[in-house]
């Protein structure tokens, strides 16, 4: 029987599946009552391009949770990811009201507005202001300044904007299926919650989602992240290529990249072969694994030597960063974590949502880090909504959505 109950719900709209996820929880702690996941219909590259469809698609993937969790959804915190995500570093100050003894936090309240007083893009939004470092009175690396003496206080913060179009679009989507969005949060942030270890946030590493239509990067250096950033590539490409390469349909290139594509090129026996039921006639070869393989690797290199070129561009030395972490499903290529490791020159890991569920848990696997991750900025959002601090390490401010978002999305819920 459907009943009504605290829970909270999350929807992660990507280009290749939606998924859901409703939990409950019980002092801070999350207990998983309803998973699901379909393949999306009417989004292209993160973008939602055809509403009629993405609100099917979200209702039904809905459904399905409420249905293993026995509860209705009435609101939900969603993602947000593409190719219209921006990072950008800024910093602001403020003089010390008091006059040289402590920093409050009004003091950091407006050094903080001061730094986010960016000039925004058109037609941007701005999402996220995510506290990164103070310095007072010239001391830099402070984390928190609360209660320090001092004069001058500077905030230095990471902002994360989108189009407000894919924003509204999004929020449109779902707030059709009879949900109100009380919130949206960045893909990447999403999934870097559930993934991260505390020492990688801490010590600074590299986060990776391979989705199917993008690839969403974030750098995190000791204090926060310090650069993220969208790439208009993801393993969507690596099965067309294949099916242009072997004149395949798109579903058995689909089939083939998940069974018999490895991107660790040394794995591959020299005869191997692999059956291809051709596009044209229907009539099924025989051709070189190799020769698959060479064409997936040669888009996955492609892909990650952009993530190189983000590094270098952001003059980020890779003894600065302890490890590359790969999620989204694109990350279960074969052989991804391998050749990233080559090109990128830091040890890579993929990213399981560990900590959301344990590693026993069937969920906890790259395909669900972002839906799973949204539950925990769900619940700190709702913590930091009812006055109570995080739970998390980092200081909540640094996930909240930026104040103007934040109301947006009250005056909807009221
Ligand atoms: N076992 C697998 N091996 C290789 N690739 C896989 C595997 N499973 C899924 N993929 C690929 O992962 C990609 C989809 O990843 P994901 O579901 O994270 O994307 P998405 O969140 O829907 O898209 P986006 O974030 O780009 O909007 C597809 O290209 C799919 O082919
Ligand atoms: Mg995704």
Not at 122 to 126: P, R, T
Not at 359 to 367: D, I, L, M, R
């Given at each position: 029987m459907i009943t009504k109950r605290r829970t909270i719900t999350a929807i992660d709209v990507g280009t290749c599946k939606v998924s859901t996820a409703i939990a409950s929880l019980n002092q801070g702690k999350i207990e998983l009552l309803g998973l699901s996941s379909l393949p999306s219909r009417g989004v292209r590259k993160g973008i939602i391009v055809n509403l009629s469809q993405a609100v099917e698609c979200i209702r039904s993937c809905l459904e399905e949770a409420e249905r293993q969790s026995g509860t209705v959804a009435e609101s939900a915190f969603a993602s947000v990811g593409g190719p219209y995500i921006v990072g950008v570093n800024s910093s602001g100050a403020s003089e010390v009201l008091s006059g040289g003894s402590e920093i409050g936090s009004e003091d950091i309240q407006r050094a903080v507005e001061a730094a986010r007083a960016f000039p925004l893009p058109?037609?941007?939004?701005?999402l996220h202001v995510l506290h990164r470092s103070f310095s007072v009175d010239g001391q830099e690396g402070i984390s928190n300044p609360l209660g320090m003496q001092g004069r001058h206080l500077e905030a230095n913060v990471h902002l994360i904007l989108n189009a407000s179009s894919a924003v509204n679009n999004l929020v449109n989507a779902i707030n059709k299926t009879g949900v109100v969005v009380e919130s949206v949060f960045a893909q990447h942030l999403a999934a870097g919650m559930a993934t991260l270890s505390d020492d990688e946030r801490e010590l600074g590493s590299l986060f990776i989602d391979v989705g199917d239509g993008t690839t969403d990067v974030a750098i995190y250096r000791p204090g926060g992240i310090c650069h993220s950033q969208s790439l208009p590539l993801g393993g969507g490409r690596i099965t067309k290529d294949i099916a242009i390469g072997l004149k395949a349909t798109l579903e058995e290139a689909e089939s083939l990249k998940r069974s018999k594509v490895t991107v660790d090129l040394a794995g591959v026996p020299d005869g191997d072969l692999v059956e291809v039921i051709g596009a044209g006639n229907g009539q099924r070869q025989s051709l070189s694994r190799q020769l698959l393989c060479q064409i997936a690797q040669a888009r996955c290199d492609e892909i990650l030597h952009q993530v190189l070129e983000i590094l270098q561009a952001q003059k980020i030395r890779k003894e600065l960063l302890s490890r590359a972490i790969i999620s989204g499903d694109g990350a279960m290529l074969e052989g991804f974590p391998e050749r990233a490791q080559e090109i990128l020159g830091l040890p890579a890991r993929r990213g399981f949502p560990r900590n959301v569920v344990g590693?026993?848990?069937?969920?906890?696997?790259?395909?669900w880090s972002t839906v799973l991750g949204l539950l925990l900025c769900a619940r700190d959002f709702q913590s930091e909504m009812a006055g109570s601090p995080s739970s998390l390490n980092a200081p909540l401010s640094r996930l909240m959505p930026s104040r103007k978002v934040r109301n947006w999305f009250l005056g909807r819920l009221s």
């Open positions: 058109d037609n941007s939004q701005l590693p026993g848990h069937e969920a906890c696997h790259p395909s």
